[in-house]
């Protein structure tokens, strides 16, 4: 197309598609057995992998790391790479996952199995805003419990989860579900004071309405 001038004229750009589907406006019981039957086949799939022992990496990320097993030493999680506190260099700035480390280290010491409970627990959590980004995108339940159930079993993820040292790849996952804002958050962005869009979604808040319809 061209102007009135004779030059031509720039297209607008597609802005793109809203999520404007509440997670809410799941029925309650539906939104209830979604949640659980996500949860409990995670468990399942990866019970297995609680036996497993630190290797490879985990040596030095966890057994061999004096930063993760005092808590005053939070603050220097931040300031190096993600082997500091083994004593080597690397390419990797990691704080968030070295933080669950340390968190995992004051509930479960050195035992492993604590270690991989909190894998499964933030691998279920991404297939949890899987399952709530999937409805909003097409607002379809039935899609959205098939997105949730094919991400927390797919043998894609067998490396992150079962593998302790890869945490890095489930822990950010909850974060990349978001949205632009709505009613029904399962994780993304929540309008704040004056319409200004906030991080509500896990780690950094939890969700507020996954109550559903009641029907």
């Known amino acids: 197309m061209k102007n009135d001038n004779g030059s031509p004229q720039s297209e607008a750009p597609i802005p793109p598609p809203e999520l404007t589907v509440p ?4 029925p309650r019981k539906f939104l209830i057995f979604s949640i659980l039957s996500i949860v409990l086949l995670g468990i399942g799939v990866y019970a297995n992998s609680l036996d497993g022992a630190f290797v490879w990496d985990d040596q030095h990320l966890i057994r061999e790391n004096p930063l993760i097993k005092q808590g005053n030493n939070a603050l220097k999680l931040f300031q190096g790479n993600i082997l500091a506190g083994y004593g080597k260099e690397s ?5 968030l996952q070295m933080l669950t480390y340390m968190a ?28 709530g980004l999937a409805f909003r995108l097409s607002a379809n339940r039935l899609l959205a419990l098939f997105a ?3 991400f927390v079993s797919h043998p894609i993820h067998t490396e992150a989860v079962s593998y302790i040292s890869g ?3 489930p822990l950010p996952r909850p974060c990349r579900c978001h949205d632009g804002g709505g009613r ?13 869009p906030g991080l509500a979604g896990p ?4 969700p507020s309405d996954l109550q559903g319809e009641d029907r």
């Open 23 to 26: 997670v809410a406006s799941v």
């Open 91 to 95: 390419q990797a700035y990691r704080p």
């Open 104 to 131: 995992d280290y004051r509930l479960w010491k050195l035992d492993p199995r604590g270690y991989h409970v909190t894998s499964i627990f933030w691998h279920i959590l991404a297939a949890l805003c899987v399952f």
């Open 148 to 150: 949730g159930l094919l």
């Open 167 to 169: 945490r890095s790849d």
């Open 184 to 196: 029904g958050r399962l994780c993304g962005r929540a309008p704040l004071a004056g319409g200004k």
């Open 203 to 206: 780690p950094f808040g939890l």
